[in-house]
């Protein structure tokens, strides 16, 4: 889906939310990017506000998103980085308003709502995509090219982990937000690995799941396990956690010659939050210590990580607006991630 272009300038742009999504990832890149102008930014939060209007003293900073939308005649672009309850309805409010739309994951807390916003969006003619931003980690970007150059034979086994380890939950939305709102680490850290999954290895259906909830005084879940079956054969083993001590390999693919194992996290979201910017020297670049290592226990080399390039995300919703180009994620992958989610909170 695309749009057309604005009658002059870059893509004036609306950022709703300012935590660590709107301020860490969105505001930088779009700041980065002269095909976008960051014009007005929401928080409620006053402290959050102050630091926005430091940031980005051209910007306006609202308290609400209807202060904001009452704006939407100057601007093009709603970028939603809200609570994951709040992505749907104010998805469609910026897509009613005549704004095209950027959202976080979750895109929405439900399928359905999911695909209210899909049909909202090709009624309005707008662009419409959702910010799984983790297509763009370099560690990624290093396996997907392993796979495709049969540096690791025939795949048969994917593992896939993000854990951390956060005994307290600072944010009072993640303490008590259900399922039915987008609550808990699946809907939290889910559409990241099961995106990933499906872009290597393609459609597929949850075959088992493990859901818990670690925390004292119970809350939603934040240890969570999946196993998915792909039609082509290759099963991927899933894992989340905000309670684990140490954490695991962020990878480890199996194949049938080779086998390719990875530590450490994608450097971007330190390189952003500390104020690196695409383009500075050494932006998304990871440390020789951290490679992964591809081979067999005999015979195993260090393979140098890509460098991460979350940039490419705006360039391409950019492209697609402005040029006529494709989506960089289509919104119907992120829906099939959510129907995945959804089965697994339903019992598969």
Known sequence: MTGSAPADGPLRTLLLGYGLGGRVFHAPLLEADPRYSLDVIVTSDPERARAASLAYPRAAVVPSAEAALALAGELDLAVVSTPPATH??????????????????????SPQAARDLL?????????????????WDGDFLTLKGLIERGDLGTVSRFESRMESFKPSVTKAWKREAGTDDGGGILFDLGPH???????????AEPAYAEAHSRREGGGPDDDVFVVLQHASGVQSHLSMNSLAPQPGERFR??????????????????????????????????????????????????????????QEFYAGFAAAVLEGGSLPVDPADSLRGLEIIRQIHAGI
């Open 88 to 109: 749907a309805p104010l998805g469609l409010a910026a897509l009613r308003a005549g704004l095209h739309v950027v959202a976080d994951k979750p895109f929405a807390h």
């Open 253 to 310: 693919v199996t194949g049938s010659t080779a086998a390719w194992t990875k530590r450490g996290v994608d450097p971007q979201e330190a390189q952003l939050d500390a104020g690196m910017l695409p383009g500075d020297p050494g932006y998304g670049e990871e440390e020789p210590a951290e490679w992964g290592v591809l081979g067999t226990a005999a015979s195993a080399v260090a393979v140098p990580t890509e460098a991460g390039r979350y």
């Open 119 to 135: 049909e909202t969006a090709a009624a309005a003619g707008k662009a419409l995509s959702v910010f799984q931003n983790r297509r």
């Open 193 to 203: 690995l099961i995106d990933q999954a499906l872009q290597l290895f393609g459609p």
